[in-house]
């Protein structure tokens, strides 16, 4: 089977699960770097903003890098379709013309993985708050300023000097 493009499809099937728990990875097309741009990071604050007002989610953690995001949604209770709110997330930013210049923002897909219980939440979260260091962009969660780190220290889910080592919950963990 062939999508709109002609790219063969995957048979990859979507869990869609009335008020749940969602892990996402949502990448820059061919891996720009436009998402560490301010318009960028502005644009998406944008996005989120207007499509959580028609479309309720809550957020419990996101990091923005430069090429890619990863963050953990809930969905309200009755309602599972995530994919809507992604769709409309990336037509919000890619409305601007200055960052996209005649070029695609987005990949055309995204990547989910339904939240099993607190363990698998505990690891996520993890993995979110550590992915600038596993970049090798700063050597300490906390130094990375476009994270939800500083705000899950503030609730307090993390000491605030966590993270100077690979956490124990990410040794045998891969999602890029």
């Keep these: ?3 709109g493009k002609g790219i063969p499809m995957s ?7 009335k008020g749940g728990c969602y892990f996402f990875t949502v990448v820059a097309h061919q891996r720009r770097r436009w998402l560490a741009m301010p318009e ?3 644009r998406l604050r ?13 957020m419990d953690a996101i990091v923005l890098l430069p090429d890619h995001l990863h963050c953990i949604w809930r969905l309200p209770q009755g309602d599972s379709d995530f994919s809507i709110r992604w769709r409309l997330i990336k037509h919000h ?3 601007d013309r200055i960052l996209r210049n005649h070029a695609p923002l987005w990949q ?24 600038p260091v596993k970049h090798g962009l700063v050597t300490n969660p906390g130094d990375w300023p476009y994270s939800s780190f500083h705000r899950a220290v503030a609730r307090g ?14 040794r045998k963990m891969d999602l890029e």
């Design 11 to 17: 048979n990859f099937k979507r869990f869609y699960l």
């Design 157 to 170: 889910l993390y000491q605030p000097g966590w993270g100077g080592s690979v956490p124990e919950t990410l």
């Design 108 to 131: 055309p897909r995204f990547w989910e993985h339904a939240i099993r219980d607190e363990q698998d939440w505990r690891a996520h979260m993890d993995y979110i708050h550590f992915n």
């Design 46 to 58: 944008e996005a989120i903003a207007h499509v959580r007002k028609r479309h309720p989610f809550s």
């Design 40 to 42: 960028g990071r502005r």
């Design 93 to 95: 930013v890619s409305r």
């Design 1 to 3: 089977m062939l999508d």
